[in-house]
């Protein structure tokens, strides 16, 4: 079975091909994607209607690039899959559009993915993938959440910030400390020149009874920090910088160890953006080592958004549940829209 995936949730593009083969792993044939990053930083954050209209722009060359490259016929395709939510309404309705009439067109079935489904099952594209059940640490830019992963479709929430997300933590205090847009992988680098120690920032429910998170706090802290500085220099940015990242992964490693001992797996998955984060990595191998647990994480070209995690979602689920392919294509999306219902 060859699945096309379409991802648009948000300011990436993705396109990808998967061959499923029974009940194996499925395999990563080639993904293709475009960052609308460069599009976006001029107004500081993602605006959605530009983000639309890009992806109208993109996912038609993108989807002929991975087709070309993997020397695929369109009439190869068995199953078409999509981003059906979460995320930006009008940019979700390009990738659900093109996929459905696509789908249409070839007599096709079609599948709508759970974008966070997607994040969490990616490391299941990398050369050492995981085996079920797991806890999945799942940190985006809209989302943080502790999730105990059974099997394909089976998701139990265990914890969730209840105010920003990590990914929204890290790109604020980058707007604060003036390093542009996306702020989490520039503050990451000017960490790297800073000492944590320097400033001593909240950890938010750290020692909480339950595996929730709050990040909003941080910011403020971090605000109030800057204006202590006066004419914040270099050094106090980079010092800054490195205190938040360490404020945000020692609350996420402290909780992933907390979900661990208190389910008794020995595994973790880590998805999303903030996945691809060095110091969250390290942090994590050192506390899991220590513990005598295994962790996992997607390639790293595969932690933020892409195609590959939405085919794979597909494959996997069809794999498990061949009736969920419709040929109904009329389509609609879920901007809003819990895993767990998934
Ligand atoms: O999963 P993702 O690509 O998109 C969403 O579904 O939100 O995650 C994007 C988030 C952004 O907040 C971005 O700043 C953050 O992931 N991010 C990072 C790093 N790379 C991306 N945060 C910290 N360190 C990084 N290296
Ligand atoms: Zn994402």
Redesign the pocket.
């Known amino acids: 079975m060859i699945v096309l995936g379409v991802e648009s949730?948000?300011d990436?593009t993705g396109v990808a091909l998967v061959h499923a083969h029974a009940d194996a792993v499925p395999v990563l044939l080639a993904h293709t994607l475009h960052s609308q990053t460069d599009m976006h930083r001029a107004y500081g954050g993602v605006v959605p209607e530009l983000a639309s209209r890009d992806h109208i722009r993109h996912v038609l060359p993108l989807t002929r690039e991975v087709l070309t490259q993997t020397g695929t016929s369109l009439n190869a395709i068995d199953v078409v899959a999509y981003t059906k939510g979460p995320g930006l309404a009008g940019a979700l309705l390009v990738g659900a559009g093109v996929a459905c009439a696509l789908a249409a067109a070839l007599d096709r079935p079609v599948v709508g993915v759970h974008?966070l489904e997607g994040?969490l099952l990616s490391p299941f594209l990398s050369p050492d993938p995981p085996c079920f059940p797991y806890i999945a640490l799942l940190v985006?830019?809209?989302h943080t959440q502790l999730m105990q992963v059974d099997d394909v479709g089976r998701y139990r929430l265990l914890g969730e910030t209840i105010d920003d997300a990590a990914?929204?933590a890290?790109?604020k205090t980058a707007k604060m400390l003036g390093l542009g847009y996306?702020?989490?992988?520039a503050?990451?680098r000017l960490a790297a020149f800073g000492n944590a120690q320097s400033f001593d920032l909240p950890r938010p429910l750290l020692h909480s009874a339950n595996l929730d998170f709050s990040f909003a706090g941080l910011k403020t802290a971090v605000m109030l920090q800057l204006r202590k500085c006066g004419n914040a220099c270099e050094q106090d940015k980079a010092d800054l910088a490195a205190a938040t990242q360490a404020a945000i992964v020692d609350v996420l490693v402290h909780k992933s160890m907390h979900a661990l001992r208190s389910s008794g797996l020995q595994r973790i998955v880590v998805a999303?953006?903030?996945g691809?984060?060095q110091h969250l990595r390290a942090r994590l191998n050192e506390k899991c080592t220590e513990q005598g647990a295994r962790v996992h994480y997607p390639e790293l070209a595969l932690c933020?958004?892409n195609g590959a995690m939405i085919a794979l979602a597909a494959a996997m689920r069809l794999q498990r549940d061949s009736s969920l392919a419709r040929r109904d294509y009329a389509f609609n999306v879920l901007p809003r829209w819990a895993l767990e219902t998934a």
């Open positions: 949730s948000c990436e974008h994040h985006s830019g809209g990914g929204e890290f790109d996306p702020g989490g992988p503050l990451a999303g953006g903030v691809a984060n933020t958004d």
